[in-house]
């Protein structure tokens, strides 16, 4: 714009109420915070227990449901997921080990139950184990854990806000974990005192660290190891199974 003869440069001023500041409050955070509860609930109360599907082809539609979930996600509130992944990466591995240790040692210590042989076992501990574990990570402390941290605009400078980054994503993490077991037969009939203990557990190092790295290591290796000692678990690994 030219005024009296003088080029006048343009001002370009961003409005506080455009896409990055919609996708990072509360309310839009919430909003897939409660799709995923709502997801978390349905997939295992529909293919568990109303169809009893059979716990591969279940896992399977389990898979594809999270991941598409988590992916709409994080495109539609543009989640930096390689920003996610470093932020105070090395706390996050540090924590994990120790609370993998200690999962990995409570899984060996309990009881024990035949597994499969030969190629059927290495494609359970991949699938029932590997990433049934990473999968299940992601909607149950990831996911909870990051629309805290984002809703919070990602500033946790003050011990305050630390307090109540941990605090409300463990009030979500409880709440998902809970509809999540909910789903399945065997926790509607028993309680879900023990799953939600451990996942509280396993999400420790992104509680305390904000980054995901731990929690997913130590939720992959409680699976993993659970698939090779306990295969028939009624606990860690629903929907329960029996050896063939």
Same mark, same amino acid.
């Given at each position: 714009?030219?005024?009296?003869?003088?080029?006048?440069?343009?001002? #370009?001023?961003?409005?506080?109420?455009?896409?990055?500041?919609?996708?990072? @409050?509360?309310?839009?955070?919430?909003?897939?915070?409660?799709?995923?509860?709502?997801?978390?609930?349905?997939?295992?109360?529909?293919?568990?227990?109303?169809?009893? $599907?059979?716990?591969?082809?279940? $896992?399977?539609?389990?898979?594809?449901?999270?991941?598409?979930?988590? =992916?709409?996600? =994080?495109?539609?509130?543009?989640?930096?997921? #390689?920003?996610?992944?470093?932020?105070?990466?090395? $706390?996050?591995?540090?924590?994990?080990? !120790?609370?993998?240790?200690?999962?990995?040692?409570?899984?060996?210590?309990?009881?024990?139950?035949?597994?499969?042989?030969?190629?059927?076992?290495?494609?359970?501990?991949?699938?029932?184990?590997?990433?049934?574990?990473?999968?299940?990570?992601?909607?149950?402390?990831?996911?909870?854990?990051? !629309?805290?941290?984002?809703?919070?605009?990602?500033?946790?400078?003050?011990?305050?806000?630390?307090?109540?980054?941990?605090?409300?994503?463990?009030?979500?993490?409880?709440?998902?974990?809970?509809?999540?077991?909910?789903?399945?037969?065997?926790?509607?009939?028993?309680?879900?005192?023990?799953?939600?203990?451990?996942?509280?557990?396993?999400? !420790?190092?992104?509680?305390?660290?904000?980054?995901?790295?731990?929690?997913?290591?130590?939720? !992959?290796?409680?699976?993993? @190891?659970?698939?090779?000692?306990?295969?028939?678990?009624?606990?860690?690994?629903?929907? =329960?199974?029996?050896?063939?």
């Amino acid at each position: 714009m030219t005024v009296a003869g003088y080029q006048v440069p343009r001002l #370009r001023i961003r409005s506080t109420l455009g896409p990055a500041a919609r996708t990072e @409050s509360w309310a839009t955070q919430l909003r897939w915070f409660g799709a995923a509860v709502v997801l978390g609930f349905v997939i295992p109360y529909v293919g568990s227990s109303r169809l009893e $599907l059979q716990h591969d082809l279940y $896992l399977g539609i389990y898979f594809v449901a999270v991941l598409g979930l988590f =992916a709409a996600y =994080a495109r539609a509130t543009a989640l930096d997921i #390689r920003a996610t992944v470093r932020r105070r990466w090395k $706390l996050g591995v540090a924590l994990g080990l !120790v609370v993998g240790f200690a999962l990995v040692r409570n899984v060996l210590e309990g009881g024990s139950s035949p597994h499969p042989h030969d190629g059927y076992f290495a494609f359970e501990l991949i699938w029932r184990g590997a990433i049934y574990g990473a999968v299940d990570v992601l909607l149950l402390t990831v996911l909870p854990c990051l !629309v805290v941290y984002r809703a919070l605009g990602g500033r946790l400078g003050t011990w305050r806000r630390r307090l109540a980054y941990f605090g409300a994503s463990l009030v979500l993490v409880v709440t998902i974990t809970a509809a999540y077991h909910l789903g399945f037969a065997q926790y509607r009939h028993d309680g879900i005192r023990q799953p939600e203990t451990g996942n509280a557990l396993i999400s !420790v190092p992104m509680l305390l660290s904000t980054n995901p790295i731990g929690s997913i290591a130590d939720h !992959v290796a409680m699976h993993v @190891s659970a698939v090779a000692h306990d295969y028939n678990t009624e606990v860690r690994l629903p929907p =329960a199974t029996k050896a063939r």
